[in-house]
């Protein structure tokens, strides 16, 4: 499993995780579309996921750019359902999902946001 920071805006990063045996490929909290396009057309890479700890606008700003150009899948919390535009995947505390060949589990850490 590779990650690799992405600054975005002015003071912020994306990450984007790439499991090199899978292929699978995300990027967490996404805040804007350009500098995650640009790296993954270099590293010809196509993202699968687009993974949002939560709700705010430096977290989800490139998420429908991004599913848009590459058809990728949103996920996030459930709570936050109603508030990550296009989300398709709402993940629940101390659920497990697949990331390529890893298995992850969901952990809520609440405080930052209500969700």
Known sequence: MLITPIPCLT???AYIIF???SK???VVDPSESKPI???LKKKKLKLNYILNT???HDHIGGNIEL???YDAKIIGFSKDKHRIPGIDIALQD???W???NSVVEIIHIPGHTSG
């Open 11 to 13: 003071d912020n990063y």
């Open 19 to 21: 499991d090199n045996i």
């Open 24 to 26: 699978t490929t995300g």
């Open 37 to 39: 396009i640009s790296f």
């Open 54 to 56: 939560h709700h705010h």
């Open 67 to 69: 599913k848009k150009f």
């Open 94 to 96: 101390k659920e497990k």
């Open 98 to 100: 697949n990331f390529g």
